[in-house]
């Protein structure tokens, strides 16, 4: 049996909360926000025992609470096992008296964030915090130490409110097979066209790798990993490389991917420097 009850869970580069298979598991009073991936997520659930309630759960670009019968949600997991087994471990989570806001927030709104009226320091957590950050108004701090001490965890979160991101890569080509995925974004159907000058196209830019069905917990990668993969629709423009920044700011702002486990993407504005 499991009990989580009266934390603060915050800046987990995965999510806050991550419960499979517990017979009975009660998770009240929580505050949990700010985590990468999302607020609670739930897998392998095989019994009606599992009770979500009186948490505050917010400022997330992920859900605030998701469910699958496995740690991923992938179409091949989905493939491999019966029907019988998703059923038998999906039964439902009680959620009671939960309060949540400024959840899956996308990169292109967090403009129009909810700036929260509880007044609490962005650093440290505690109550209250009146001295609101100079720059982008949307946090609060203790004093000027707490808000010191959070500069680099903040810095992306500020920027993103003052002034357009430009990020220059040098991007070695790899072939990569093509995915349904890509065909939903638009891009360049040709060379030509993506080395005109001052063209820009879109490009998808993922951080963080799925786990496979027999790792259960559901992480591939090692959490200090700051590797991204960056393509277009015609794979034309297509590599990985190490770029922390980068890295940072998908799994900051990024949207979950289909699996709804762990890796996450963004879509942004490109353009080839010759």
């Keep these: 049996n499991l009990e989580v009850i009266g934390n603060?869970?915050?800046?987990?580069?995965?999510?806050?909360?991550?419960?499979?298979?517990?017979?009975?598991?009660v998770v009240d009073g929580n505050d949990i926000h700010r985590n990468y991936c999302g607020g609670i997520r739930l897998c392998l659930n095989r019994f009606n025992n599992?009770?979500?309630q009186n948490n505050v759960i917010h400022d997330h670009t992920g859900?605030?609470?998701?469910?699958?019968?496995?740690?991923?949600?992938?179409?091949?997991?989905?493939?491999?096992?019966s029907e019988d087994f998703h059923v038998?471990?999906?039964?439902?989570?009680?959620?009671?008296?939960?309060?949540?806001?400024?959840?899956?927030?996308?990169?292109?709104?967090?403009?129009?964030?909810?700036?929260?009226?509880?007044?609490?320091c962005h650093y440290c957590q505690k109550q209250p915090a009146k001295q609101s950050c100079p720059l982008c108004g949307k946090v609060f701090y203790?004093?000027?130490?707490?808000?010191?001490?959070?500069?680099?965890?903040?810095?992306?979160?500020?920027?993103?409110?003052?002034?357009?991101?430009?990020?220059?890569?040098?991007?070695?080509?790899e072939d990569y097979e093509p995915h349904q995925a890509v065909k939903n974004f638009k891009g360049t159907k040709s060379k030509k066209d993506l080395l005109k000058e001052k063209s820009e196209f879109l490009v998808k830019v993922q951080a963080g790798?799925?786990?496979?069905?027999?790792?259960?917990?559901?992480?591939?990668?090692?959490?200090?990993?700051?590797?991204?993969m960056v393509?277009?629709?015609?794979?034309?423009?297509?590599?990985s490389l190490e770029h922390e920044q980068l890295f940072n700011l998908v799994r900051q702002f990024g949207k979950l991917g289909s699996e709804m486990n762990y890796s996450k993407r963004i879509y942004l504005n490109a353009r080839i420097i010759k």
């Design 88 to 120: 038998v471990n999906s039964k439902p989570a009680i959620l009671k008296k939960n309060k949540i806001y400024n959840n899956d927030i996308s990169y292109g709104d967090l403009s129009d964030m909810i700036v929260s009226s509880d007044y609490i």
């Design 231 to 239: 393509y277009d629709k015609s794979r034309i423009v297509t590599g």
């Design 142 to 173: 203790c004093d000027l130490i707490c808000r010191t001490r959070d500069t680099k965890s903040h810095e992306i979160f500020c920027k993103s409110f003052r002034e357009k991101y430009t990020i220059r890569l040098r991007l070695r080509h």
């Design 63 to 81: 859900p605030h609470f998701a469910q699958t019968s496995l740690a991923s949600g992938s179409k091949m997991n989905t493939i491999l096992l």
């Design 50 to 52: 599992t009770l979500i």
């Design 8 to 25: 603060q869970l915050y800046l987990n580069r995965s999510w806050g909360i991550f419960l499979r298979n517990s017979n009975i598991a």
């Design 209 to 228: 790798q799925e786990g496979s069905l027999g790792c259960g917990g559901g992480l591939a990668d090692r959490v200090d990993d700051s590797s991204v």
